[in-house]
């Protein structure tokens, strides 16, 4: 198995009368989970220099919806239909120009899916550029497979996904699936993924809260909960469309199809707004974290990272099930960056 330059990875053949012998094989899963900016992006392009491994990136930041996590069976159709259809709010940042550095899929030079006209599939836009240079052939070659599969229940799916990517990219023996603000999902990961492991990521509050004050993503936050305010709603999960009447000229736009990044860059938001989504953000996470099985679960403190990058990935690995080998731990270092 070969290596692009920026990480991604050359894939191999897999001959179809293997697939299904090769969907079984027991692959270690590994979730690394954190608040969002804090250190997790580097973390994930480090993971995917591993050869043993299989890195999977921003997998339920790009598909977001319960279901996929929950117990009610799937037909193997419907299980790709979640994975394909575009992600209405991704797809509307990339359409109104706002996109951050996690959304891959425009950086390609050939690329098929557009924003404007067939909207980008959900799994396109994050999770397959970080995988390989070719992420449409990639797409076509899972939904041969994936829309054949039978009924069950999505976790099965998800294991046969992670198998099936696995034998596509030279049978790595452990996955490792990586989101962004991912710490408040740990109850659904750890009900659907029992013997999954978890790495607990985490950064010091201050720095976590300026980061979060310059990404596009995370200034939406505070902007959508004083939109669910307005709009008397408990969430901005329930905002639609039909309630932009009800909000000021400065915040209505957010809700329409079309708006002005410059509407979240320049709105003044106080730094300690974003100080406090992280502390509300770790305190929930720490304590949806105690319910897995400590010898399921560590922490890794990105400053330690930083600070010591050997000791730490060489615990990490371990921690993951893999050999922790000269070439990728002097690769890694290389890649950190403590700017």
Not at 137 to 166: I, K, M, N, S, Y
Not at 227 to 233: I, K, R, V
Not at 320 to 327: A, L, Y
Request: proline fraction near 9%; charge should be negative.
């Amino acid at each position: 198995m070969g290596h692009y330059g920026d990480g991604t990875r050359e894939a191999t053949s897999c001959p179809s009368e293997k697939r299904e012998e090769v969907r079984v094989v027991n692959q270690k899963l590994t979730f690394v989970v954190g608040t969002g900016r804090c250190g997790s992006t580097a973390l994930s392009q480090i993971i995917n220099i591993h050869p043993d491994v299989l890195s999977i990136n921003e997998l339920f930041a790009s598909i977001p919806d319960t279901e996929v996590l929950d117990e009610t069976p799937l037909s193997g159709s419907d299980f790709w239909g979640f994975l394909s259809r575009p992600n209405v709010v991704t797809n509307s940042m990339i359409k109104n120009g706002a996109i951050p550095p996690e959304f891959l899929y425009h950086r390609m030079p050939k690329r098929r899916f557009d924003a404007e006209t067939t909207g980008i599939p959900a799994i396109s836009v994050m999770v397959l550029p970080h995988l390989t240079d070719d992420p449409d052939a990639l797409f076509d070659e899972l939904a041969a497979e994936v829309t054949t599969w039978p009924t069950r229940r999505p976790a099965d799916h998800w294991t046969a996904l992670f198998a099936t990517l696995g034998a596509r990219f030279g049978n790595p023996g452990a996955v490792v699936e990586r989101t962004g603000l991912s710490i408040g999902r740990v109850p659904e990961m750890h009900r659907a993924f029992p013997e999954a492991r978890f790495v607990h990521l985490y950064r010091q509050g201050p720095d976590c809260a300026v980061s979060m004050s310059r990404h596009f993503s995370f200034r939406m936050i505070p902007m959508l909960w004083e939109m669910a305010t307005h709009c008397g709603l408990e969430t901005p999960m329930h905002l639609t469309p039909q309630h932009a009447a009800q909000l000021p000229p400065d915040l209505a736009p957010l809700l329409s199809d079309r708006y002005d990044p410059a509407l979240v860059w320049d709105r003044p938001i106080p730094i300690d707004a974003f100080g406090t989504l992280w502390s509300e953000t770790i305190v929930d996470g720490l304590r949806k974290l105690d319910e897995v099985p400590a010898e399921q679960r560590t922490a890794l403190s990105y400053e330690t990272l930083l600070e010591e990058p050997e000791k730490e990935l060489i615990r990490l690995a371990e921690f993951i099930g893999v050999e922790p080998h000269r070439d990728w731990l002097d690769a890694s270092i290389a890649h950190l960056d403590g700017g």
